[in-house]
């Protein structure tokens, strides 16, 4: 006869929680081979949210962009300190994108691009926690009818897409924003009607 201790419920528990959380994120290779489409200006894409939100350390930043790169919305939050979940980051972008811009469910193929830009320690290679931002990006993109775009890290190194290699120095976590590109559009006048609106055609034609 031998006699032996069983796993309690918490223990499988905690071992299946942590199984479940490990599947969601996507490594490197899993991130380029999934068609992400390329950034045709990245610099100019990460000055421009760098210079809106001016983000921290832990500072999540997700922009939905137009088919001209130009960005239609953005939204900014600070990452919760808990252990690296995509699931919850998920939830996260996806709770933002609901709150700053319509879903394009409707429509076959999306015509609007999401992209994130994390602000964390460190260097610019990948981590598990860069993996479960992939993983959360792309199915809020799916949940929200977005084309999943470019993950970008932002460290006191500089900037990096990751799974293309490109990056450069400036902007960086300690660097000063940088004024707005020129090629940015100005955010659209409200649409309120009566003379209010026709007040601001006319500040807007001078």
Do not use: K
Request: aromatic share 6%.
């Amino acid at each position: 006869m031998t006699f032996g201790f069983a796993p309690s419920s918490a223990a499988s528990l905690s071992s299946s929680t942590s199984a479940a959380s490990a599947s969601r994120l996507l490594e490197p290779a899993e991130w380029s081979a999934a068609g992400i489409p390329l950034l045709r200006n990245p610099r100019e894409v990460v000055s421009g949210l760098h210079s809106r939100h001016r983000p921290g350390p832990a500072t999540a930043i997700v922009a939905v962009l137009d088919q001209d790169e130009r960005v239609r919305a953005s939204a900014s939050f600070t990452r919760r300190q808990a252990p690296a979940d995509g699931w919850m980051f998920r939830n996260a972008l996806l709770a933002q994108l609901r709150r700053v811009i319509p879903h394009d469910l409707r429509r076959r193929t999306p015509v609007r691009t999401a992209v994130l830009l994390y602000c964390r320690e460190g260097d610019a290679r990948w981590t598990e926690e860069d993996g479960a931002w992939m993983w959360g990006l792309r199915d809020a993109c799916t949940l929200h009818g977005l084309r999943c775009g470019a993950y970008i890290t932002l460290t006191r190194d500089g900037w990096q897409v990751l799974g293309e290699g490109r990056g450069g120095r400036r902007p960086n976590t300690d660097s000063a924003p940088e004024p707005f590109g020129l090629s940015e559009a100005p955010p659209p006048l409200p649409r309120t009607g009566g003379a209010v609106s026709e007040v601001l055609r006319r500040a807007a034609a001078r």
